[in-house]
């Protein structure tokens, strides 16, 4: 049965998924594309217009097409990279991985990310500081359902956001900011008394429906959040 163009739209999704094309790779072009999948030009370009417009990948005339670093949401949203945000402030960042664990998701983070019966998850705890001092403790959640080489990512070298950039796109997020209490755990880690008032970050990413990452951000006390539109 010959190949639509949505045939062609979820196969090229799946790769990049995989990560065989990952953000800023060059995609074949679509006479290439053609002959690979046997269909002719026009079935290829529909379905790369239809990426474009999803914001998945982004096409310039004379440097071809590439998986976008992070798609046209972006453009409202960034993802903030902790080590960035230390550097321009003029201090020195440096990372600590606290804990990593692979096993089933619990039952309140299956709720939270849609994540099936039995799939299994990275759960990651991290420590970003600023000269020396706690600046954010991060409980971060993967699904290895579709991030499978997050399994054997060693984070004690890189840390999850920048790892996560670098890997897949994403296409939803979900924000949340509360204040929350520190308890034992959050004050031996960030350096505060218990029961201090901190800002706490929730984030879900999603891409092409499917959760990446849930991730639990509490900042130092007197942390002070800026963002620019």
């Not at 979820?10 to 072009?29: N, Y």
């Not at 350096?191 to 951000?217: H, M, N, Y």
């Amino acid at each position: 049965m010959a190949r639509t163009y949505r045939d062609i739209k979820a196969d090229i999704l799946g790769r990049i998924t995989r990560g065989d094309w990952k953000p800023g790779s060059l995609l074949p072009g679509e006479i290439e594309l053609a002959e690979t999948y046997g269909v002719a030009r026009a079935t290829v370009n529909r379905a790369m217009r239809e990426l474009t417009e999803d914001g998945i990948i982004e096409r310039k005339r004379k440097s071809g097409t590439r998986v976008r670093l992070s798609p046209l949401r972006q453009a409202r949203f960034d993802i903030p990279i902790v080590r960035h945000e230390v550097t321009e402030q003029g201090a020195a960042y440096r990372y600590a991985l606290v804990s990593s664990t692979v096993g089933p998701a619990p039952d309140w983070l299956r709720a939270r990310m849609g994540l099936q019966t039995g799939d299994e998850v990275r759960h990651l705890t991290c420590l970003h500081m600023a000269d020396g001092q706690p600046y954010q403790y991060e409980d971060r959640w993967i699904s290895l359902a579709l991030l499978p080489q997050a399994r054997v990512e060693d984070f004690a070298a890189t840390a999850p956001t920048e790892w996560l950039i670098a890997q897949i796109p994403y296409s939803e997020v979900d924000i949340s900011l509360s204040a929350t209490a520190a308890d034992e755990g959050l004050a031996a880690h960030l350096a505060c008394r218990p029961g201090e008032p901190l800002l706490q970050i929730e984030r879900s990413t999603r891409w092409d429906g499917k959760a990446v990452t849930f991730v639990q951000l509490v900042h130092r006390p007197g942390h002070r959040m800026t963002t620019r539109y």
